[in-house]
């Protein structure tokens, strides 16, 4: 983790003196409540927290922090699942989950103007009354803030058809890591020059604070057909999911939930899937009704060649909301059968699916623990949950090895290391494993260009030290900059 050599005192004094005194957190009790993210494995108390409510209180906060040379952190509603928003102990945490104003639902653009405080899901209750919905859906939307989806680039079930938030940000105001605001991309598509809302999205925080976003918003579908299926194996259930693609069929989801997984989804919410069933596929269509009544016709019997024994359509909202509510909720319903777990994200392509499902259990079997799998099987977007029991000496090492093992067997089949959760604290240390010296080197010197002083989330993402304002190292033999060395002097 790295640390400040700026005067944390100072900015604290700073920060009481020019912010609401509720908005300024040193009491340690009260610090406590935000030493981790959703991933509770990494812990640090931060320094002070900053209660944000505009933009211009995030200013302020980052403003002192770069004239101090002090880090901080950005966090929404802390739902993040790889250490992304993991505190400082030196540092300044800035929680933005109490910023949340809808400034504007447009019709005729199809566009959202929001704080980035604002949850997911109430942009789309907010624009259904238009006709309208907001497509990335992670699984934490209920919860989970616009700006956290912009720093994580986010996913969720029907990104398989609609993309992740990427596909859905048109702009972003920002506050830089100095302190200044910037607007990256623009209200109309296609803006001229470099695609620096690009490289934002999905930067972990690492390249500033987003504090306005002006995101797509799509028609509501006229037609939405939702059924769930039951088969013996995850095997036959892939071998579904695989058939239905290669149909040129691209549902808005097909979703997978294993034996444990659906054990602990019945211990949680008694969401009634089939009984015996070895795994379940949710499968969603939508668009317009004749094309999605003649594709869930070929997408259900698709399944039952591929050896489903149970297939339920629902016939209405409520009825797909059933269907809905075991995977939903399937990530929290795992502590019912177990005290603890890590939800790991890694994506594989989706033909190796039964091949990598088998291996991740012969690793488990081996350490002694469980693995549930509840994941987006139509893009191959792995969630494996590796229960453990943390008051048995040697549990929690397992798990851990089992977690970073699951990782490698990704790599191996031509995957990555994550899909939608980010690389955070967490997984730094297996960049390396999916990228070159050189690799690194470069997406560094992007970093630098946004935050020389490497004050804005430092720690997470690249496998530290490295560049801008944390220690240099060597410069790598390979380095295709002819500057040897450029850019530690951004």
């Known amino acids: 983790m790295a640390t400040s050599s700026g005067s944390i005192a100072a900015v604290i004094e700073r920060l009481r003196s020019a912010l609401p005194r509720e908005a300024v957190i040193t009491d340690p009790a009260r610090l406590a409540t935000y030493d981790c993210d959703g991933l509770l494995v990494h812990r640090v108390t931060p320094a002070v927290?900053?209660?944000?409510?505009?933009?211009?209180?995030?200013?302020?906060?980052?403003?002192?922090?770069?004239?101090?040379?002090?880090?901080f952190?950005?966090?929404?509603?802390?739902?993040?699942?790889?250490?992304?928003a993991l505190p400082l102990a030196d540092g300044v945490l800035?929680?933005?989950?109490g910023f949340r104003e809808i400034k504007e639902i447009s019709r005729a653009d199809q566009r959202a103007v929001v704080d980035p405080g604002v949850i997911n899901l109430s942009v789309t209750q907010a624009s259904s009354p238009e006709g309208y919905y907001f497509a990335p859906d992670p699984s934490s939307q209920q919860i989970c803030t616009i700006g956290g989806n912009v720093a994580e680039n986010s996913g969720g079930a029907h990104c398989l058809k609609y993309g992740?938030?990427?596909?859905?940000?048109?702009?972003?105001?920002?506050?830089?890591?100095?302190?200044?605001?910037?607007?990256?991309?623009?209200?109309?598509?296609?803006?001229?020059?470099?695609?620096?809302?690009?490289?934002?999205?999905?930067?972990?925080?690492?390249?500033?604070?987003?504090?306005?976003?002006?995101?797509?918003?799509?028609?509501?579908?006229?037609s939405v057909q939702t059924f769930l299926a039951g088969f013996e194996s995850t095997d036959a259930a892939g071998a579904a999911t695989s058939a239905i693609i290669a149909a040129g069929i691209v549902p808005a989801a097909i979703e997978m939930m294993d034996a444990l997984a659906i054990e602990a989804a019945e211990a949680a919410v008694a969401c009634n899937?089939?009984?015996?069933?070895?795994?379940?596929?949710?499968?969603?269509?939508?668009?317009?009704?004749?094309?999605?009544e003649a594709e869930s016709a070929a997408a259900q019997r698709m399944c039952?060649?591929?050896?489903?024994?149970?297939?339920?359509?629902?016939?209405?909202?409520?009825?797909?909301?059933?269907?809905?509510?075991?995977?939903?909720?399937?990530?929290?319903?795992v502590g019912r059968i177990s005290p603890d777990y890590i939800v790991q994200d890694g994506v594989i392509p989706r033909t190796k699916l039964s091949q990598v499902l088998g291996q991740m259990g012969e690793l488990a079997a081996d350490k002694g623990v469980r693995v549930a799998n509840v994941f987006h099987a139509g893009d191959g977007n792995l969630h494996p949950l590796v229960l453990f029991d943390g008051s048995v000496p040697g549990e929690s090492e397992r798990a851990e090895e089992v977690s970073g093992a699951i990782l490698d067997l990704c790599l191996?089949?031509?995957?990555?290391?994550t899909g939608e959760h980010g690389v955070g604290f967490d997984k730094a240390k297996h960049m390396p494993k999916m990228f070159t010296e050189v690799d690194l080197d470069t997406m560094q010197r992007v970093r630098c260009a946004f935050d020389p002083h490497g004050l804005s989330n430092p720690g997470k993402i690249y496998p530290t030290p490295r560049l801008c304002g944390e220690v240099p190292r060597k410069r790598s033999a390979n380095d295709p900059n002819p500057y040897e060395g450029k850019a530690e002097i951004f």
């Open 49 to 71: 927290v900053v209660l944000a409510s505009d933009a211009e209180q995030v200013r302020l906060a980052v403003r002192a922090c770069a004239e101090a040379g002090v880090p």
């Open 73 to 84: 952190v950005a966090r929404g509603s802390g739902t993040g699942l790889s250490g992304g």
């Open 94 to 97: 800035i929680v933005m989950s």
């Open 164 to 222: 992740f938030t990427s596909n859905h940000v048109l702009s972003a105001e920002v506050v830089m890591p100095d302190g200044s605001q910037v607007t990256l991309g623009q209200r109309a598509p296609d803006a001229p020059g470099y695609d620096l809302l690009g490289a934002f999205v999905g930067s972990e925080g690492t390249l500033g604070v987003a504090t306005e976003v002006t995101v797509k918003l799509l028609r509501s579908a006229e």
């Open 273 to 292: 899937y089939p009984d015996g069933a070895g795994a379940v596929l949710v499968v969603e269509l939508d668009g317009p009704t004749a094309e999605v």
């Open 304 to 333: 039952r060649e591929a050896g489903a024994f149970e297939i339920r359509l629902a016939a209405d909202a409520e009825e797909r909301m059933a269907i809905w509510r075991g995977r939903k909720s399937a990530f929290a319903a």
């Open 412 to 417: 191996e089949h031509g995957g990555s290391i």
